[in-house]
Antibody, heavy 119, light 106 residues
Framework: QVQLVQSGAAVRKPGASVKVSCKAS????????MHWVRQAPGEGLEWVGL????????SYAQKLQGRVSMTRDTSTKTVYMELSRLTTDDTAVYYC????????????WGQGTLVTVSS | DIQMTQSPSSLSASIGDRITITCRAS??????LAWVQQKPGKAPRSLIY???SLQSEVPQKFSGSGSGTHFALTITNLQPEDFATYYC?????????FGQGTKVEI
């Protein structure tokens, strides 16, 4: 069965960076896009970006361009999202989500990683 | 970006009820519409894709309809585990965008 297991919660100061991981199992890792979606406290869902595990190509939300980077390691079936120059507005739960193929439609979600940015 | 607008923002219902949540897109998205369920403190769960196709292991009490710009999610025989927030999401164009959510309460 498809499983996505994310790294644990992180606390960072403003201006710092954070790197969150998502380890996949139960399917062919390189055949499906992986997305990141975030949810600020009490707010809705916001798409952050995606990585194509096959070739490493990425696409990011325009508002985060220049601060976000997504990578993958095919040997460990893990994708990573790194966000730099953090502000308090980046405080959110970050979810990885497996695509149904390459469409932008999500099939399965990770358990979420709370990133708290606070001085 | 395509804007997704849901109504109502919240609704109260009783066990056994049938409810319908609507979702409107700011432009034609054909059938590129999904529904996601989220319970408090939990990760989202994908329910429906392509307007009306159920994801695996999703019970048939959930159904979707619509096309173009107007869509609906219907849940029959509401049970305690169905009380949650529901989001519609378009994937016609990038970036994928979500509605603001509809909270279904007892």
């Amino acid at each position: 069965q498809v499983q996505l297991v994310q790294s644990g919660a992180a606390v960072r100061k403003p201006g710092a960076s954070v790197k969150v991981s998502c380890k996949a199992s139960g399917y062919t890792f390189t055949s499906y896009y992986m997305h990141w979606v975030r949810q600020a406290p009490g707010e809705g869902l916001e798409w952050v970006g995606l990585v194509n595990p096959y070739d490493g190509n990425t696409s990011y939300a325009q508002k985060l361009q220049g601060r976000v980077s997504m990578t993958r390691d095919t040997s460990t079936k893990t994708v990573y999202m790194e966000l730099s120059r953090l502000t308090t507005d980046d405080t959110a739960v970050y979810y990885c989500a497996k695509d149904i193929h390459s469409s932008g439609c999500f099939q399965r979600w990770g358990q979420g990683t709370l990133v708290t940015v606070s001085s | 970006d395509i804007q997704m607008t849901q109504s109502p923002s919240s609704l109260s219902a009783s066990i056994g009820d049938r409810i319908t949540i609507t979702c409107r897109a700011s432009q034609d998205i054909s059938n590129y519409l999904a529904w996601v369920q989220q319970k408090p403190g939990k990760a989202p769960r994908s329910l429906i894709y392509a307007v009306s196709s159920l994801q695996s292991e999703v019970p048939q009490k959930f159904s979707g309809s619509g096309s173009g710009t107007h869509f609906a999610l219907t849940i029959t025989n509401l049970q305690p585990e169905d009380f949650a927030t529901y989001y519609c999401q378009q994937y016609k164009t990038y970036p994928p965008t979500f509605g603001q959510g509809t909270k279904v309460e007892i």
